[in-house]
């Protein structure tokens, strides 16, 4: 039996310890959670939050979801908010794959994975996805993957006008972010 080959080094910089949002824009974490149709047939939620101000900034619904849809999905988000120094992520496949290294690299952004098992290092989007599940999820039966995206799109919009958090103040996160940019003109 031969040995395994080691992995290719990672195209963009890879941040071995964590780092902690101190504005808008520099860390965004990526994460995945699931969910199923009336029918019983699955379907993947890609969330992007950013860490400092809480505000979901983008989302992809589809069946099936591969680097390429999470880039065109950070592309978007990238058009709307800016490149984010940091995308923290876990090491799911999609996450580690040499185009969205390629990505990272060409937005000057480090990719900073959470250690395996250990989805806590993911806590604000594990947060959100807690919310997204306990106000969405739970309560609807999707038609298809439409009605997800659209029902998914209305709860993102009130979640970041309306949703206080006490770590912001019990402001919501669009609220906090506009204060901040206020403060810091």
């Known amino acids: 039996m031969r040995p395994r080959k080691a992995h290719k080094p990672r ?3 890879r941040l071995q310890r964590l780092v902690e949002a101190s504005a808008p824009g520099q860390v965004w974490t990526i994460d995945f959670q699931f969910d199923s149709d009336w029918k019983g047939r699955v379907f993947k939620v890609c969330n992007v939050i950013d860490e400092f101000t809480r505000q979901h900034l983008a989302f992809r619904v589809e069946r099936r979801m591969g680097a390429a849809d ?31 290294g390629r990505w990272a690299s060409e937005h000057d952004t480090l990719q900073a994975f959470i250690p395996p ?13 807690n919310r997204m599940r306990d106000e969405l999820l739970e309560d609807n039966m999707f038609e298809d993957l439409n009605h997800a995206r659209a029902l998914i799109g209305a709860w993102s919009q009130r979640y970041n006008e309306e949703h206080p958090h006490s770590a912001l103040g019990w402001l919501s996160p669009n609220q906090y972010a506009r204060q901040w940019a206020q403060h810091h003109q």
């Open 11 to 13: 195209t963009a910089p």
């Open 70 to 100: 999470v880039i065109e999905m950070l592309d978007l988000a990238v058009l709307a908010h800016g490149a984010p120094q940091v995308l923290r992520a876990d090491n799911g496949p999609e996450f580690i794959a040499e185009a969205l």
């Open 117 to 129: 098992g250990q989805p806590w290092h993911n806590g604000f989007v594990e947060s959100l996805h």
